[in-house]
């Protein structure tokens, strides 16, 4: 037995060139990797990559606002847009959405993935997990939510006028301000989990030594913890960026109409108008400029040495 | 006396109301240019004490002053403490030279003046030629190094050291031992270190405070910590040794430095000679006595002697350390490789010692005495906690 076991262990026997059976095993390891990811790839091609092809084709059709599409090749649907005022207010819109939204959203979240990422408390689980709890309801409901809250007779208003400080009630529905404040909130799981994920780079002790080194508390958060918090920073804000600017429903439905951002645009182009061939080129421009904004993310966080 | 640089007045520090405090009416002075160890087991409460020293913690009563000013309630920042971490806390978002020019910044040196500085710092740790480096790339010793310039670059009133040496391997250890003692000495940084190793604070330490449960158990130089232990976890705590309930049973005439010379009665063993503090004549204590002194012979001594068998040899080149068995108490013993032959196991060794090696520990008064059968050194032990 000894003898087998130990020929067994021995090298290669004469014959088989050194390396052989090494590239004989990373040709299985990679049979083995690429057997793990089909199901994945099949699944993203059917479910995304063929979807996609399948929408930039339809950006070049012929077709207009009356639901006839006419198989072709223009480029009508991107150089119409260009030249259109309306087109470019949307655009700017969304965008300044997005932005207003990101930057208040981490704004507000940062506090709380910073206690978060920090506590030492027995109920650290719980509380986390209360944070991201909202995901666990559809944003249909909590934008409907909002509505009730922040409508002329509701909670917000009604609470206000019965303590004398307004007469009329705030406009908080049905245009930017009341879209903006459903979606920070909307949003602010993600942000607090991407947050706490991005806060591994600081330690309690860094800010002890910057302390002990002279920084005032302010010094400290300036010098130490902002910097080293940066790329979790970074990294919610550009979700809930991308986020808000490709949601729909909150913006339909906050909104009441009365705020038109891309998202809005398409999906009107889609179902009212059924001109699917503008609602392609649409979808297609602003992935174009996800593109763009995710690129200069990543050089971003790369100089910041995340 | 001149005034220390350092005082600490009845420190206390609870974590919470009812536990047991972490730091108990803790006080003690530091001289100006010493480098004192706080020494003792995880939670001591060195580390404790120190992180109050250095405003990281607030106390829950007594106070701490440097140069005769109280600082109890001074703010972290305006304490100009050097402190460094265990994790040496490097900012990992800035270079080496940044980081060392940090506390220089908050305290507005003048950027010339800062790149001096910085310079003379980095030399001093012998770390010059890597100030441009980003601080992942250095090695653990490096940082280490880094570590001690930050909190030196700002000509701190004291250096507080975290236990600095313990992310170290072992020969690079010792390195850093003898580099942060003789950079200690070239600054004149009085310096407060922290440390459960033993080794390293005989080696490095002008004094020793040994910490057990809160306490100071005894706080003094190395050789007096060492060879003159006030107290059965302090004989314990630091190198080994070998314990022995015993009745003083007359004194003997003065000794060196003060001390008596006494007959004890060791439970079990006989009469032997030791040394103690005056007046202990009619008391029962533990007297201690090293291996190394441990008079150690296979042929019987003329003097008084215990008779042990040996059950455990370990060969170490220079020396043969033996772990003996005497009358139901394991003892430990050394003895030079080439003097009397090699003991084999099972084989009878005959112990002694001089009364000069064995002293009387003044905190274990009342041990129990005149039992038929001597207590073991773990029933003793738990005794003197008790």
Redesign the interface.
Known sequence: MSIITAAGNSAPGPGLAPGVLEKAKSRRDRRTFLALLAPAILGLVASFVLPLAYMVRMSFNEGGPDGVVEEGFTLRHYIEPLGDSYFWKVTLDTFQMGLVVGVLCVLVSYPVAMFLARSTSKFKGLLTALAIAPLLTSAVVRTYGWMVILGDTGLVNSSLKSMGFITDPLKLTNNMTGVTIGLVEIFMPYAILAMISGFG?L?P??E??????????F??FT??TL??TLPGVLTAFLMVFVLSVSTFITPRLLGGGAVQVLATEIYDQTTGLLNWPFAAALSVILLVLFGIIISVYQRLTKK??A | MNNPKLSIVDLTKRYAPGLDPAVDCLSMSVEEGHLVALLGPSGCGKTTTLRMVAGLMDPTSGSIMVDGKDITQTPVHKRGMGMVFQSYALFPHMDVAQNVAFGLQMRKVGSKEQNRRVVEALDLVKLGHLAGRQVKELSGGQQQRIAIARALVVEPTLLLLDEPLSNLDAKLRENMRTEIRSIQQRTGATTLFVTHDQDEALDMADRIAVMNGGIIEQYGAPAEVYERPQTHFVADFIGQANFFASAVVADDGAAADGERSYVVDVDGFGRFGAVGAAGLAGSTHEIVVRPHRLKTSLQQPAGPFIEGVIERVSYTGDSLSLGLRAGGKELLSQMPTASSGIPRLGQTAYLSWDPADAFIIPGTAGIPHGTERPATADALAAQDVA
Do not use: D
């Open positions: 780079r330690s002790q860094l002890e030594a910057a302390g002990s080194l002279g920084a005032s508390k010094k400290v010098r130490v910097p080293l910041i040495g």
